[in-house]
């Protein structure tokens, strides 16, 4: 069975900075394409970024210069670098995991293996 588990969430002021971190459970992450999306209260979840199998990184334009998605060299940790945060960044935040070559991994209907999220709290 595929687990996905992410970590690394916390509460930090504006103009601060966090490192979220996903593994998939026995998998290299790799293997997959991968997803981070968040989800504020009374708001849908929506996409944050995405790195694909082959190295192929894209952003929310929400996001684009802010934050930073990345894999360690073994592929097995997936990181989400999050700098410059703003209150509006508030939300649990889920990484996602799909098998290779969806077309479009901005929607979470693209994804198969969700984390259980993590809180992240910007005080302004």
């Known amino acids: 069975q595929v687990r996905v588990v992410e970590s690394g969430g916390g509460s930090v002021q504006a103009g601060g900075s966090l490192r979220l971190s996903c593994i998939v459970s026995?998998?290299?992450?790799?293997?997959?394409?991968m997803g981070w999306f968040r989800q504020a209260p009374g708001k849908e979840r929506e996409f944050v970024s995405a790195l694909r199998w082959n190295g192929e990184a894209s952003y929310a334009d929400s996001v684009k210069g802010r934050f930073t998605v990345s894999r360690d060299n073994a592929k097995i940790t997936e990181f989400l670098q999050l700098d410059s945060l703003k209150a509006e960044d508030t939300a649990v935040y889920y990484c996602?995991?799909?098998?290779?070559?969806?077309?479009?991994?901005?929607?979470?209907?693209?994804?198969?293996?969700w984390g259980q999220g993590t809180q992240v709290t910007v005080s302004s």
């Open positions: 996602a995991a799909t098998s290779m070559g969806r077309a479009n991994l901005r929607v979470p209907e693209a994804f198969v293996y």
């Open positions: 026995g998998r290299t992450v790799s293997g997959y394409d």
